[in-house]
């Protein structure tokens, strides 16, 4: 009966946090805007997905313009050439930007890996990172593995670790992972042991 | 600098219940899709867009045929002639249909009004639904007001009820709302003072 | 080590509600008080012991004078005879004593029973509420089983339902439940499907 | 009329993290025990309470012997001299040294102070903890703040910091924090600026 409004709603479900019922009402919602709207997001969404390329160098999306393969930040001269910062996605990458605490380079991974996983390699970039790691500038000296703090994160920073171990032996590349300790907020009443060692070695 | 990609997010922006950081989440997912499935999704969203319509009787949107006018519920001569039923939005509707508890027939306010409102003739249909209740078959015997038990719900019930009330009186139509109690997973203990004294008024 | 600590501690864990790190930081809040606080405390908590009472009729728990053995509400002879409510628990009886709404007398059941549990008998008092329905007065006609909406609460009035279904019809005594509908707050499109049919039929 | 379970609900009201309701609740449950828990409940809180005494050296409550003023932590001759470590409770002490991370001294607070207090010194034991270090063994080299990393932790930490500066740079004592950094479970699409730039500070 309703063909159009299922298939749009359940296109919505591919949408990362969207559950079932949070599709249906996107459905009707995008069904009820006006065609002046649907038109400007068609095109706005078309335009963005046309423009916006992967660079070649760190494998975020960037706003290229014809010719460009390479982001602004990848392109950027004055940036710190000794440190690769390795996030999960495009907008970790723009949480550590925004920090304006890093001026080093990045790489986007696209993804996490699990212990379990059989075939890591076509989850994530792990193949271009290694590329990336075996091309680079003689001054890199540090590769920074920027995962979260959880298993997931964990797994992947180890798999990274053991698979760019020689390249970085070779170049003399440092592996390091992000500090743990408290995070704003943590109350120590109940902090994880975990969490208090690390604050605890960290301190300053 | 990044026009597009930003262009995008403002828009996604707009989308019931997606914040500032789900929406920038969202951004950098489409531009990831391919192209394949960016020009499904358009094809899918112009195609709902285009063909599911306003029901001219329940205002719900439904998935219209040529020279439709009315949807499946409205020109179904099983339903129950006796009732009118309002709700604030499609997916109420959807979630009513869901139970097969109800068979007569729906109206779609568009929205709630709150008492502060200026001007709110303009925020829900219920000039739309006047008309409905002037025009409605002599078999029209109850409208009820399905809105959420929530202060905007009881409020935009009680805006209806006053602006229905000399047609609901001439043409003798009961109004009356759903049912309060127990809902399922109250526990006693918690309980609030108006859902237990209704709890107490309804029981049987 | 710290035994009278950890003794303490143990103790405190019995309480409902109380996980093991809440009741480390009781033990240690109670040990930081004062001698005259202590003295206070044990004082008011062994006087309270010592007085309240459990009503021989409702079996709640009451402040009772010397020779009392029934509850003020059990001897008020303005309540409702014709209304016997079963609660589970004290704090159920006083939430819908703060109401207003109910004139009638109570029984406090003690607790709640599941449809696995293999002795019954022993975990609420379905043999004083038998006891109590067959001694009761003539102008007994209703028994109202409140109790939470959630699946104890519906096995355990399912339970008392059929245990006092032969004594209850002998004596012309209606057994009904709390009525279900919307609770404050309830959000149409988020309402299950028991609830919503409830709230259609208890509609006025 | 109910004077004892009001004056017990009330006294419980004052627990730490109970509220109104559940003290009611704490309250019935406290009254339906039999007499031997009451008694027991009582002999091991007085127990606790006459024997656990406050660590002259600490701070600390602990469950003392006859003669002793000193816990088990503060005489404990293999403990790491350099260290002394400021914690607002002993609960957070106990979680510390859970840890096993830890092997110097400690000093329990007491609570915490706000930059708006106007007597700070009556709020946490800052008097003491400068005695403290004046009498501190010439070993002492680091004094570790261990508090939340919350508006209150850091307002302490703020405080302390000042009041001891003159007494730790004259006796070449370092002050140190604990460390910031991701806790466990920290996603890095969600972590805030501050946590983001110590983490990167913080690598390793």
Known sequence: MDDQLTALTE????LPGIGPRAARRLAYWFVRRDRTWIDRFV????????????CTSCMRMFPGR?????CSICTNEQRDKHLLLVVEKDV??????RTGAYKGFYFV???TVSALDKDPDHKIRINELEARLKGADH???ELILALSATTEGE???FFIGDRVR???DQRRITVTTLGRGLSTGTELEYVDTDTMTNALQGRK
């Open 11 to 14: 296109l919505l479900r591919e």
């Open 43 to 54: 095109r706005v969404l078309s335009d963005a997905h046309r423009t916006v390329r992967t």
């Open 66 to 70: 014809e010719g460009m393969d390479r």
């Open 92 to 97: 970790d990458l723009e949480n550590i930007e």
């Open 109 to 111: 991974l696209g993804g």
């Open 139 to 141: 001054e890199l000296t």
């Open 155 to 157: 797994e992947t920073a």
């Open 166 to 168: 020689s390249i970085a």
